[in-house]
T-cell receptor
């Protein structure tokens, strides 16, 4: 079955650096991808999404890049701040035959930002 | 900021007790979901609903049940809690397809359940 995985379980960066979190997906039919941020004791918080007809999408300090050729997704965080420390999940949207849209989550990457 | 709420936030309960985890959203979303998440691990879908009177089982088998009598409310019930049910339970909602953002799910803060 399809899977969504992350290359690095933990990423440590210095405050002010740019962070890049990577994600591989296996379902070439997926047409929607989401990045979530989950802080300790909280539910996942939507960061940014991208549809498969796009290669890049920018938000506030975040950029998502999609490479459909190698089925790779990345989240770039500019000028990383201590408040960015969290676990980041990529998720792939899968449309079931019933029309229901479900999200397939990876295991997450923990981002640690040191001052 | 998503308006989706879960209570209780933390629950410690003995084996065999019946529990209900509450989830409500004020966004008028038709679709709602329950996920189970162990610490540091991925989320697993256990239940979902298209709308009122609709409930379906997700990918991960669960002994819990859900109901959807009102659009805004999607409670999860465990008739007899066991230590294997210890986990974090996350509720989410999204717009029905056809809306401007049909696929984005918004999550509540979660309920951390511990069964002794």
């Amino acid at each position: 079955g399809e899977s969504v995985g992350l290359h690095l379980p933990t990423l440590s960066v210095q405050e002010g650096d740019n962070s890049i979190i990577n994600c591989a997906y296996s379902n070439s039919a997926s047409d929607y991808f989401i990045w979530y941020k989950q802080e300790s004791g909280k539910g996942p918080q939507f960061i940014i999404d991208i549809r498969s007809n796009m290669d890049k999408r920018q938000g506030q300090r975040v950029t998502v890049l999609l490479n459909k050729t190698v089925k790779h997704l990345s989240l770039q965080i500019a000028a990383t701040q201590p408040g960015d420390s969290a676990v980041y999940f990529c998720a792939e949207n899968e449309q079931m035959n019933t029309g229901f849209q479900k999200l397939v989550f990876g295991t997450g990457t923990r981002l640690l930002v040191s001052p | 900021e998503a308006d989706i709420y879960q209570t209780p936030r933390y629950l410690v309960i003995g084996t065999g007790k019946k529990i209900t985890l509450e989830c409500s959203q004020t966004m008028g979303h038709d679709k709602m979901y329950w996920y189970q998440q162990d610490p540091g691990m991925e989320l697993h879908l256990i239940h979902y609903s298209y709308g009122v009177n609709s409930t379906e089982k997700g990918d991960l088998s669960s002994e819990s049940t859900v109901s959807r009598i009102r659009t805004e409310h999607f409670p999860l019930t465990l008739e007899s809690a066991r230590p294997s049910h210890t986990s974090q339970y996350l509720c989410a909602s999204s717009e029905l397809m056809g809306g401007p953002n049909p696929d984005t799910q918004y999550f509540g803060p979660g309920t951390r359940l511990t069964v002794l």
